[in-house]
């Protein structure tokens, strides 16, 4: 089994129907015609004599040729490597010389990394991701017949950077086993259900299929669904693309869907097409959900997992959101959901030893979702296990009914007074409070306290943060050891190229005038 088993499937079943659509000029193209770019692609690729150990990079944002590219590149010998376009010049450079990229293709906004990477002292070949420079690199290649010379499940297809919210990004080993795991995952815990308006699914990918967004497009390729591809859209307009084209599935994070609820046109149109709104990377607060659950209905999933273990490895199903059709409660929708099918999760001390339920430890995976490693680091791969697991490096308990609560990272808890306080619990409540986008709480050196609570806030987009009102707010839940000591308004959060609060910028930040503090 291969990754693009997944693509084929679909299109065996279904040839003409509809694979992509570009939201923005509604430019298609079916499962037949991508298979036949696919494999005129991967062709050319041994045509080039590019074999199993070249990585090729597509450096776009989500877009028709975009995908296909990526799909040509699993269907041929070469190894993919998943690179964000949001992500910095500088640090795309970094992350593709790192991980030995070959070739390049890439759209013309980031025609600098191109230049940058041809001066490097590696050759790498850069192509421009247009039709015409695509069709040219490609040739006269057969439409069909390519036969991999390896269809083996420990295969490596991809190699994907961490995040590196806490530090330097690693190269993460992706394994066609690891593939199998995902979707078939995605296939016990989100079954479609086919409906006279939507006989396949269709997937709102406007998250970067680089990522998590786009193990889900494995999912709705496997059902022969149709993706809907977003390039850049506002939460407003992604609220019109739902009603427009009764997308059935797509996956968000938080911040988004904040945005959407936000939106003077939440009510104005029609959701009802929805089965899966699946968010991740971040947990919601309560509140929001329960309004999300109001305005979108019971569709709203939570998966968790890293880019280490595959996802899910933890999932919150639409009704598990809710008891006795309605919201289910703060003490559930805190929770990041169960532990799915075909994963070995358990929760660790610091001796590697399984804590009792209820107690507070070290997530740690094992399985077939797990990668092989990191690669070009073979140190960094044997400290991150205990015995078989993985560890994950997510602090968390299991509640008496199996729902996994994660309570903060392990390098983001705080130690203040002689104290631990999980960032993540106070990120929560504070996430509660009228008029907050995002905040980020961490631990800054302090001569009383050893470490003071600190919380980031980014306001709502015209909205004013009374502090003190916020401060009283946090006390009431939290109490005066856990409540921040100091609050910084920002207007907006350093974030990763997936949306996520960079902590570690915040950290090595040095105090200056250009932001307001409050003790």
Not at 96 to 101: E, F, K, T
Not at 208 to 233: C, D, E, F, K, Y
Not at 403 to 425: C, L, Y
Not at 489 to 517: C, N
């Amino acid at each position: 089994m291969r990754i693009i088993d997944n693509f084929d499937t679909g299109a065996a079943a279904s040839p003409d129907r509809v694979f992509l659509i570009d939201a923005e000029s509604g430019f298609e193209r079916s499962y037949a015609q991508t298979s036949s770019f696919t494999h005129r692609f991967a062709h050319a690729v041994r045509a080039r004599g590019l074999g199993e150990d070249t990585k090729i990079a597509v450096l776009g944002r989500n877009g028709v040729l975009m995908y296909e590219t990526i799909l040509g590149i699993l269907r041929s010998d070469a190894i993919w490597l998943p690179v964000n376009a949001r992500s910095g010049l500088s640090e795309m450079v970094e992350l593709l010389s790192r991980m030995d990229c070959d070739v390049l293709f890439y759209e013309e906004e980031a025609a600098e990394v191109a230049s940058a990477m041809q001066e490097l002292d590696r050759p790498v070949e850069t192509v421009p991701l247009t039709e015409e420079a695509i069709q040219s690199w490609i040739g006269a290649q057969p439409d069909q017949g390519f036969s991999p010379s390896s269809e083996s499940v420990e295969s490596i297809y991809a190699i994907q950077a961490t995040g590196g919210t806490t530090g330097t990004p690693k190269g993460v080993l992706f394994s066609n086993r690891n593939a199998r795991y995902i979707v078939s995952t995605f296939e016990a815990v989100a079954p479609f259900t086919p409906t006279l308006t939507n006989p396949y699914p269709v997937y709102l990918a406007s998250a970067p299929l680089t990522h998590a967004a786009g193990q889900l497009m494995q999912l709705i390729m496997r059902q022969s669904g149709t993706a809907v591809v977003v390039r850049s859209a506002s939460p407003t307009e992604l609220l019109s693309l739902i009603d427009r084209f009764d997308v059935t599935h797509t996956f968000l994070p938080p911040t988004v869907i904040y945005g959407m609820l936000d939106s003077p046109e939440i009510d104005q149109h029609d959701y009802s097409s929805l089965q899966y709104l699946i968010y991740g990377a971040s947990p919601m607060s309560p509140e929001r959900l329960t309004r999300a659950m109001d305005s979108f209905g019971p569709v709203l999933a939570q998966l968790y997992g890293q880019t280490e273990t595959g996802v899910p490895n933890v999932w919150m199903s639409p009704s598990e959101h809710a008891v006795d059709d309605a919201s289910a409660g703060n003490d559930r929708l805190t929770a990041a959901g169960r532990v799915t099918p075909g994963t070995d999760l358990v929760i660790l001390d610091e001796s590697g030893q399984p804590v009792p339920q209820g107690t507070v430890g070290e997530i740690a995976v094992a399985g077939d979702g797990v990668t092989p490693g990191y690669y070009g680091d073979p140190e960094g791969t044997a400290s991150s296990y205990s015995g078989r697991y993985f560890l994950t490096g997510d602090i968390a308990y299991m509640d008496d009914e199996g729902f996994i609560h994660i309570v903060d990272r392990r390098k983001d808890m705080i130690i203040t007074g002689g104290f631990n306080v999980f960032s993540a619990e106070v990120e929560r409540r504070i996430m509660a409070f009228p008029g907050i986008a995002e905040c980020a709480v961490l631990g800054v050196p302090d001569p009383k306290w050893g470490e003071r609570v600190t919380a980031f806030i980014e306001p709502t987009a015209g909205e004013t943060t009374d502090l003190d009102r916020l401060r009283e707010f946090c006390r009431e839940a939290l109490g005066p050891i856990k409540t921040p000591k100091e609050f910084i308004i920002r207007a907006s959060l350093p974030r990763s190229a997936v949306g996520k609060v960079l902590k570690r910028e915040l950290r090595q930040e040095i105090w200056g005038d250009s932001q307001r503090r409050v003790s």
